[in-house]
């Protein structure tokens, strides 16, 4: 059955019951998402998410795309969840998408689909077309810059509803059930978005961007501390400018409800050859800093 609405696709997704969440310190087996999860015993009111370090492409989608692999994973935020993956060791834990953001994002609304990529196209008056879509960056990326088209054909609309219920549902799944059982254990939950960013065209140096939506999705002390945190490991942090949050800050984070949510981005520069892509000498000590800073985090806001 073909569903030309936006409605039609989210009612064929088969949605998933949420379960409890487990007492362990591995990973839940999955094919699209990396779940986590500290011991019962250390767990903190954190969760961290990594929602475009996926590096695992699957095969018909490359057999799609007209790029190189090179440049599909330049609109990675790469290796930030190996920056990450002591975080679950002291207590916090993390929900990584496995699969790439050129393939599906996951920091959009379901919504965010460009009509035209599709034959036959979708109904536009149940989509969002935001800047982010008119700009070929939708949650089905039609592009991974401007003027590189993925595809050289429209997508079968089947694509879409397959991407929606197979990728971007059972992320959001774990991530929503993750933050509820945080919530229900502590009173709270910190949900930290982590991402990379390239080097920003700016006079003065920046190494960290943090954004919680001009203060509407986490409280001023805890973005203070985040910045304190970094300053003193001696990066240059900037708050809201040019990245205040996105579409997971957002819709995470309910402060009336002690549901905090603040964007984490982190220049590639910092760890990253740019040109390679693989991790430069810095890495290491990238990689212990945003460790401690974690840590430190987990420390300073205990449990309830």
Same mark, same amino acid.
């Given at each position: 059955m073909v569903f030309t609405s936006a409605y039609g696709l989210w009612q064929a997704f088969i949605v998933k019951k949420n379960q409890k969440l487990p007492c362990t310190n591995t990973a839940r087996p999955s094919s699209t998402v990396g779940i986590h999860l500290?011991?019962?015993?250390?767990?903190?009111? +954190?969760?961290? !998410?990594?929602?475009?370090?996926? @590096?695992?492409?699957?095969?018909?989608?490359?057999? %799609?795309?007209?790029? #190189?692999?090179?440049?599909?994973?330049?609109?990675?935020?790469?290796?930030?969840?190996?920056?990450?993956?002591?975080?679950?060791?002291?207590?916090?834990?993390?929900?990584?998408?496995? +699969?790439?953001? !050129?393939?599906?994002?996951?920091? @959009?609304?379901?919504?965010?689909?460009?009509?035209? %990529?599709?034959?036959? #196209?979708?109904?536009?008056?149940?989509?969002?077309?935001?800047?982010?879509?008119?700009?070929?960056?939708?949650?089905?990326p039609r592009c991974t810059s401007p003027g590189k088209s993925i595809y050289r054909y429209c997508l079968p609309l089947e694509e879409a509803g397959h991407r929606l219920s197979q990728y971007w549902e059972p992320y959001h799944t774990a991530l929503q059930q993750t933050q509820k059982t945080l919530h229900a254990q502590f009173g709270a939950s910190i949900l930290l978005d982590i991402h990379s960013m390239p080097p920003l065209a700016q006079s003065r140096p920046c190494d960290v961007v943090l954004g919680n939506r001009h203060g509407k999705t986490c409280s001023d002390r805890l973005i203070s501390l985040v910045e304190h945190l970094f300053l003193e490991k001696?990066?240059?942090?900037?708050?809201?400018?040019?990245?205040?949050?996105?579409?997971?800050?957002?819709?995470?984070?309910?402060?009336?409800?002690?549901?905090?949510?603040?964007?984490?981005?982190?220049?590639?520069?910092?760890?990253?050859?740019?040109?390679?892509?693989?991790?430069n000498r810095h890495f290491e000590k990238v990689q212990k800093d945003i460790t401690d800073i974690l840590s430190e985090m987990a420390r300073t806001h205990p449990a309830p």
């Open positions: 500290p011991s019962c015993r250390k767990r903190t009111p +954190f969760l961290l !998410s990594s929602p475009h370090s996926g @590096r695992n492409y699957p095969q018909h989608f490359l057999e %799609m795309t007209v790029l #190189p692999m090179t440049e599909l994973e330049r609109m990675e935020d790469r290796f930030t969840d190996q920056l990450l993956q002591y975080a679950p060791e002291n207590g916090l834990s993390l929900v990584q998408a496995l +699969f790439p953001r !050129s393939f599906c994002d996951v920091n @959009r609304d379901w919504r965010e689909l460009d009509a035209t %990529m599709f034959s036959p #196209p979708l109904i536009e008056k149940d989509l969002i077309l935001s800047t982010k879509v008119s700009a070929g960056y939708g949650v089905i001696g990066y240059h942090v900037q708050r809201n400018t040019p990245y205040s949050g996105g579409y997971i800050t957002g819709r995470y984070g309910q402060m009336e409800e002690n549901r905090q949510t603040l964007q984490v981005e982190i220049n590639r520069a910092c760890y990253l050859n740019l040109q390679t892509l693989q991790p």
